[in-house]
């Protein structure tokens, strides 16, 4: 079952705390998100049933791998596909379904297509 774009959120909002701070609270997700402790509190409960969230005993929080490589494809597809010409919200719903569907080695090869066709030089016509 794929991640809901709010669930996405909260992945998100524990990576950039985590950047800026080294850990992560449910509080401080709370007062990122703008949300209530509770809402984090399910949030918490349901990424960690999908094993892409751990919440260590001393409460703080952090990203499985798998949770860091759902948010790496998420915003892989959401930021091709708006490239592409594709509405925001349209490319963030389709991103969702990419990212579990795709295999490993598959996802692997696009972005190094794209790191490749990222740096070709276009002659310039003359």
Known sequence: MPLTSSME?????????????GYVRCVDVAELLD???????????ELSKKKCLIKK????????EQGQQIYEKHQFFT???VEAGVPQDIAAQDACKLEYVISEISFKKLKEAVWINDREVIPSEK
Do not use: F, H, I, N
């Not at 949300?35 to 409960?45: E, F, G, H, I, L």
């Open 9 to 21: 959120d909260y992945l998100e909002a524990v990576l950039v705390l985590q950047q800026q701070k």
């Open 79 to 81: 930021k091709r596909l």
């Open 57 to 64: 005993d001393d409460g703080t929080l952090s990203l499985t």
């Open 35 to 45: 949300v209530k402790k509770p809402s984090v509190s399910r949030a918490v409960k």
